[in-house]
């Protein structure tokens, strides 16, 4: 059952890729894109060696921002529409990105080889979250870092994205900051902490907060 709704979900953004580019992308300020860029630089740290995946990376957004700071950044989604964009994004930057199709449940990532996981925007959608993150943390590698770029505030609106059929199986559907750091402490992750941050706007909603969940892989 579980692939037959990925497949209805990696559709469903096949055909609004552009639509959602548009929307959720094309409306930030050059304030906007600095706010980012000083937030991940924060989280990720000074060393630009380090091997870096966006997953859900969508049209692009985190991975292309990652990229022009200098890390060494993929990017990682279901629907190959949506690569599609964050593709010609990344073209038009003049920067060398891959981008692989493929979902975060299972990925094409070989064990211990990842520093950082980001994603941004990701968690209300994952339908098995224990699961998913157990997968993340075979990814990374020791000490290795998951950063989770979220909103919270008021609830989201019935039907927001997927069918209602499909939104009521998803466990993390405006879930409160408290649960997801707590979903991440039970999947394994140590240092677990929800840091507000303050500079970030969600364009469309003044209403809701931005927050970076994270944690990080134990070290033995």
Known sequence: MESGILETVAERWN???EKYDTTHHGNNT???ISNWKEVLEAQMGDDRRV???DVGAGTGFLTLLISELGYRCRGLDISGGMLDVARQHARERGLAIEFIQGAVESMPISDNSLDVIANRSLMWTLLTP???LKEWLRALKPG???LCFCTAGKGMPEGHHYSQEIEDMLPLKGASVEKLTSVLSEAGFIDVEAVHLEKIRNAHDDEKTWY?????KCIY
């Open 15 to 17: 055909t609004h890729a």
């Open 30 to 32: 050059e304030e906007d």
């Open 51 to 53: 091997e870096v995946l």
């Open 130 to 132: 224990d699961t998913i």
């Open 144 to 146: 290795g870092k998951l």
């Open 212 to 216: 970076a969940i994270k944690g990080k």
